[in-house]
DNA sequence: TATTATAATTGTACCGGTACAATTAATCAA
DNA sequence: TTGATTAATTGTACCGGTACAATTATAATA
């Protein structure tokens, strides 16, 4: 791992074994270059990356601080796969509904920049959060990319397949959201009534490339969802 | 302006005025270098900036590229404030129906980390966006803060008097979002029956120094609300 | 006591440079 | 033509350093 990265691990456990609160001081640089054994050029890319992932905050002048929401239960929606809930990583469970190797819609073939003749992977999937019905998730993987799947991948997480198993590397998604009343073979599987409320989250994941291998449909019970975003300064 | 920031501004008016596409690659790290007469590091600071923007992605031995989504009509969520909607930013209309000065109730007064014996200003407006609701929008703002509003500025940006009135440094921001019915009271002001879906997203507005000042809860209409978010590689 | 000026603290902008890793293009062998 | 090897391209990690700007603490002043 680089040594940036491993600083940035390092006091991101440091934060949490002494659980430090929003607000709290961290060591100034100079005490974080010579703890490290790193220059202020790595310590700066350090906390630039725990930046990003909204874990500090740093203030000219003054320090460097922690910066901690105060509300439990709640799903990153950036922090994706995984579902990063809060400091415990929960527990998801997957029923696979369906699994198969189709041709894609045009509206697949699009978000996935990939001709209609050529193959992807289609998994329907039931995900439930301690017991209850979380969502439901309808996904696409181009099969040039993903080139192989099957259910037992699809009922554990099949991006830790993608990363461990294939040896790709993600890069980002675009995700787009959508708040809807529920269909009645939506509101079957999420045991709610049709005409429910629902969010819809589609999301086209990509490679560090840039080349998108996953379009994916998510449907919310909206009983169960709660999301958290954090944005930074460079938006406002 | 800072050197970096003005080097990504052009760089994104390139990307504009060219047209560019997801995927056109940038000119290589020594042309920027020469052509904004800047040192390698100042230009990758340049790109990293437009890269948590969301506007290029780096790949590491090939080259700089466009990062530009597809879909049009989608108001981001995380570049808030102004509402920017893809290229367009659109005219959003403010329709003040409340603002006054009042104690805050507990839920406020611990969201915007104050006393309960300390003043807020209070703003309620609906929202349009080419002439439809758009949204209901509450707002409370630490009156230490943000020590004078009148319902001028509401109807317009607050956010734009914070920065250039107040001269404040607006730094970053916690989002909650929910899904749910429709009070009889919201479905009112947003035209639509009550029991009807709505998103409710509740953000915390930090200054740079992380101080709470804004606290506000917006309704959205389910009809007109489409969302766009970016991830970055660091979250998956 | 409150206000203002000054100094100390602390992070940021910007420059320069070396070694390296990932990708792509070119070359050669089968 | 295909596949493997090598070389060229291109961005990244990490180091070092100087000048500066924002904040906070201290001292001086009213």
Do not use: W
């Not at 791992?1 to 100034?28: F, H, R, S």
């Not at 329907?124 to 019905?133: A, E, L, P």
């Not at 461990?164 to 079957?188: H, P, Q, T, W």
């Amino acid at each position: 791992m680089l040594k940036y990265q491993q600083i940035a691990t390092e006091i991101e456990t440091y934060i949490e074994e002494n659980d430090l609160q929003q607000g709290d001081k961290l060591p100034v640089l100079e005490t974080l270059m010579a703890q490290f054994e790193a220059s202020k050029s790595t310590i700066i890319k350090s906390l630039d990356l725990l930046e990003k992932k909204g874990a500090v905050f740093q203030v000219r002048g003054s320090g460097i601080f922690v910066r901690r929401h105060k509300r439990k239960g709640h799903i990153s929606l950036l922090s994706n796969q995984g579902f990063k809930m809060d400091l415990e990583d929960f527990q998801i469970t997957s029923e696979v509904l369906e699994l198969d190797l189709r041709k894609p819609s045009e509206e697949v073939a699009f978000n996935l920049n990939m001709k209609q003749d050529e193959d992807a992977y289609y998994v329907k999937r039931i995900r439930y959060i301690n017991g209850k019905t979380l969502c439901l998730e309808e996904s696409f993987y181009n099969k040039s990319i993903v080139t192989y799947l099957n259910n037992e991948i699809a009922s554990e997480s099949i991006f830790h397949y993608i990363k461990e198993g294939l040896g790709l590397k993600i890069g980002f998604s675009d995700m787009y959201l959508k708040v809807d009343k529920l269909k009645e073979e939506e509101a079957n599987y999420l045991g709610l009534e049709k005409g429910a409320p629902k969010l819809t989250v589609e999301t086209i994941f990509h490679l560090t490339n840039g080349q998108p291998f996953d379009f994916s449909k998510v449907t919310y019970n909206y009983e169960q969802s709660q999301f958290f975003i954090q944005a930074n300064s460079h938006f406002l």
